[in-house]
């Protein structure tokens, strides 16, 4: 069964740093592109950052170029996604997903980052 398991969320004041992690299992995860996708409230996905499966390859939206870098460790079977200078616009639930984040992936259940004074 896959599971991916998002952590690190929370709150964190304007201008703050987070790291998100995301424990995979039940596939073979160095074999697979990961990315990142987000949900504000009230709003549909967007899709934030991906990673190919060997980690050479990296994308990011235009709202997070330069704020976030996303990264893996194949040998633990864990996706990062490290999130400085954050602003209010990205609170958000932060969801892991395999390939391009489609509903035809796999999600995690998300964690939340609030990004508040």
């Known amino acids: 069964e896959v599971q991916l398991v998002e952590s690190g969320g929370g709150l964190v004041q304007p201008g703050g740093s987070l790291r998100l992690s995301c424990a995979a299992s039940?596939?073979?995860?160095?074999?697979?592109?990961m990315s990142w996708v987000r949900q504000a409230p009230g709003k549909g996905p967007e899709w934030v950052s991906a990673?190919?499966?060997?980690?050479?390859?990296?994308t990011y939206a235009d709202s997070v170029k330069g704020r976030f870098t996303i990264s893996r460790d194949n040998a633990k079977d864990t996706l990062y996604l490290q999130m400085n200078s954050l602003k209010p616009e990205d609170t958000a639930v932060y969801y892991c997903?395999?390939?391009?984040?489609?509903?035809?992936?796999?999600w995690g259940q998300g964690t939340q980052v609030t990004v508040s004074s």
């Open positions: 997903a395999t390939e391009g984040g489609s509903s035809d992936d796999y």
């Open positions: 039940g596939f073979i995860f160095g074999g697979y592109d």
């Open positions: 990673i190919n499966s060997g980690g050479g390859s990296v």
